[in-house]
């Protein structure tokens, strides 16, 4: 197990300036939820990178306390020493901190208690930050069938999808699926959306003709937010990578 901490990194995938840095925190400060999604960055190279947890609790200056990660159905080993670092988003900001595993137990049921974090890192997330995809999705309007389609583009805030045909007007609901990959792990989302925009499209000449919404999200979780700004960031470096 890697004995140095990461940086926690809170450069969620932006192609456009940085969102304004909100500075060293509490935790207390933060004013978080019980039942909270939180994500957990191992510092390992043997266990998959990220996972979410749920918030349970936690006392200042002593712990925090989380439920015991789980992949595929099963609990995952987490040794007492074990260094995460934390990611959570809250309000309409990002925050993360490093910490350890002061007590893992199973009794009354299974959760961490984490090392308390001396400062937590926040920066304001901008929903207008978006990263370009190409994810196979189906969406479903309101009263409608639902239909195939790829998500061209998304952020925190909306998505542009292309569909061959159109699925709903301005102000339309609907329902986005999309399985998306970060690190090892899958997500599936299913988001609440409303259609903004509907556009033809002009297509290449071994293009189909697509027609493009532009949608915003609507009541989405935390959780969902963090898979959203993850999924950013992973494609952000992919691409930096990629132009190195």
Known sequence: MSTVLDEPSLNLGKSEPSPRDAGPLTLDQIKLAIG??????FQSDVEPSRCFVTLIGYLEG???IVTTPI?????????EGQDFVVRLF?????YAF???????????YPHLHLAYPKAVRGMVVRGSSRGRTHIICHAT???G????????DISVGGALIAVSEKIGAVG????LKLRVKVGAAEHVLALTCKIRSVNASRPADNEKPTVLHGLSFEDVTSQDTLVISALLYQNLISAQEAEG
């Open 36 to 41: 909270d999604s939180i994500q957990l960055q």
């Open 62 to 64: 002593q712990s925090v």
């Open 71 to 79: 992949l595929n159905g099963s609990m995952m080993l987490v040794r």
């Open 90 to 94: 809250s309000g309409k900001s990002a």
């Open 98 to 108: 490093t910490t350890s595993a002061k007590r893992v137990t199973n009794t009354p």
């Open 141 to 143: 309007a309101e009263g």
């Open 145 to 152: 069938r639902g239909v195939a389609c790829v998500a061209r």
């Open 172 to 175: 339309t609901l609907l329902t």
